[in-house]
């Protein structure tokens, strides 16, 4: 069994701050937990709006709190995003996600993350990354 909680995590190598502001999060479930997919609590800052395209994980977004919109580019379909809201990138779909308030999330990937992972500069991240 594994228990571990949010704010202990978050004091540890656990917690990621993206290098350009726009969020960060506390990885609770690793690659090498196992499971065969990684969760994480995120938050994204107010006013963030930047491009990802998980080019090499599926993930599912829960928001927990906040408010915005993820933009799907291939049609340019604007989704609302507020608490309650869950949104899954089955297709590798390549988005634009903005902050009108700072969200809340709760991310699931598979494969699961090791850790370090931080947007590449596709908007993904990569299959190979060290383990923390």
């Known amino acids: 069994m594994i228990v571990r909680t949010l704010a202990e995590a978050a004091q540890t190598n656990r917690k990621i701050v993206s290098p350009d502001g ?13 499971m065969g ?6 938050t994204i ?3 963030a709006d930047f491009q990802m395209h998980y080019q090499n994980h599926l993930e599912s977004v ?4 906040g408010r915005g919109e ?15 809201t869950l949104y899954i990138l089955d297709k590798h779909d ?4 903005r902050a009108f308030e700072e969200m809340k999330l709760a991310c699931v990937f598979n494969p699961p993350l090791n850790g ?17």
């Not at 993820?70 to 309650?84: A, H, Q, S, W």
């Open 45 to 47: 800052f107010k006013g």
């Open 94 to 97: 390549k988005h634009i996600l």
């Open 70 to 84: 993820i933009v799907r580019l291939e049609d340019n379909k604007v989704f609302p995003i507020e608490e309650g």
């Open 22 to 34: 726009n969020w960060d999060s506390t990885r609770l479930l690793l690659k090498d937990d196992n």
């Open 116 to 132: 370090k992972e931080v947007h590449n500069k596709e908007g993904a991240y990569e299959l190979v990354a060290d383990t923390i």
């Open 37 to 42: 997919f990684s969760f994480h609590i995120t």
């Open 62 to 65: 829960y928001c927990m709190s």
